[in-house]
């Protein structure tokens, strides 16, 4: 009689890898849904908050709403993740995008745009989940690999970036047939995707990443309050310079970035440009902030993150001086646009993934909270003044502002590399 050979045990590295490829396709399939009702709700927002208040001004505060939401929403996310692990962070983010959504109908139903402008709030905890989703994908990363693991969780923001404005018009129609008034459905739609998302958090990322990693650390979970979030989080920050200067990178990425990508629709249409074409053009920066964001991982792990933080303040001050000088040439702005996606990328990537290096595993929650709050603070603060400047001076004064910020900022960082050689 034969013996049935029995497989060798699994190592516990081998578990971990396996937990860890489990929980990066978790998070990558609530990216894409989640980039859907992100788009969806971002493609027709002002369009709608235009026609409601009878005033394009007014229309502007929808993206600064949503954009409001996500920084507001950063610290709670953080928060509950802390306490609860990043399954209940993600999953109040989510929530929060829902509630905003349903908000939303109401509003459009009911024409009244100060609501449709706090339900947008809400609906930046799909932006606020999508951020926190990447730190996400660090938690169980080997050492050297937290750029390559983060960046395909950005990757994965691709498909639903650009798929999501492309349903909204299929939405508003299924809305309408399904009795919502005209432009709620997207909304509609977007409120399923962010329950898809929460659907997919919860019942996939099992074992949850961060509690995992504290085990095998033997690291307790934060139970203070949110002060304490936030005080921990900037008395971790006075004694991990690395982790600062991450941060600066960050904002300044994000800075630059939104400020230019904010203004160009409206620089092409006064060129006289189509729809068409100022949305191709828009396309090709979601693009180039994406979809090459593995090779901007591997390079971050391989060649370190300060100098791909480097290469990302010289494509932003590339972007800057092109876009500047584009005068009405359209394919001079389009390679702008590419390009300031690249650096965002380059910023975003490396930024994080030094963040999470940089700060012990008990913090790193806190710590990656005010990081998106920052940076979505700035970002925030990026558009209005991008607005005053064109609507005061030029776009192409922009350019030479947001030159003038990032050769700043990428100054100061070689600087500080060269004298502590980290």
Sequence with gaps: MTSTPTKPPISPADRIRSIQRRTLSVLS????????????????????????????????????????????????TAKASSGGGRRAGLALAYVAALV??????????????PLLLVGLVLVGGGSAGNLAA?????DLSPQGHAARHLSLVVWAATIGSVAGPNLAEPADQLGMRAGLVEKAGPFAFAALAFALSLVIIIVGLRPDPLKLARELDGTQHDTGGRTRTVRDAWRTLR??????????????SHTAMVSVMSMTPV?????????????????LHIAGMYLMSPVVGWLADKAGKIPVLLLGMALLLSAAALAGTAGHRVWQVTAALVLLGLGWSCGLVAGSALVSESVPLERRPAVQGLSDLLMNVCGATGTIIAGAIVGGLSFGVLGVTVGVMVTAAGVWLLLVWRRTGV
């Design 239 to 252: 004694t991990t310079p690395m982790a600062r200067r991450a941060l600066v990178m960050i904002a300044v």
């Design 29 to 76: 399939a609530a990216q894409i849904v989640g980039g859907v009702g992100v788009a969806v709700g971002l493609a027709l927002s002002s369009v709608v908050v235009d026609e409601l208040s009878g005033s394009t001004v007014i229309s502007g505060f929808a993206g600064t709403a949503t954009v409001l939401g996500a920084a507001l929403l950063a610290l709670p």
């Design 134 to 138: 990447r730190y996400s994908a660090t």
């Design 267 to 283: 620089k092409l249409h006064h060129d006289g440009s189509t729809l068409d074409v100022i949305g191709l053009v828009i396309s």
């Design 100 to 113: 905003g959504c349903a908000i939303s109908v109401a509003a459009i139903s009911m024409g009244n745009w």
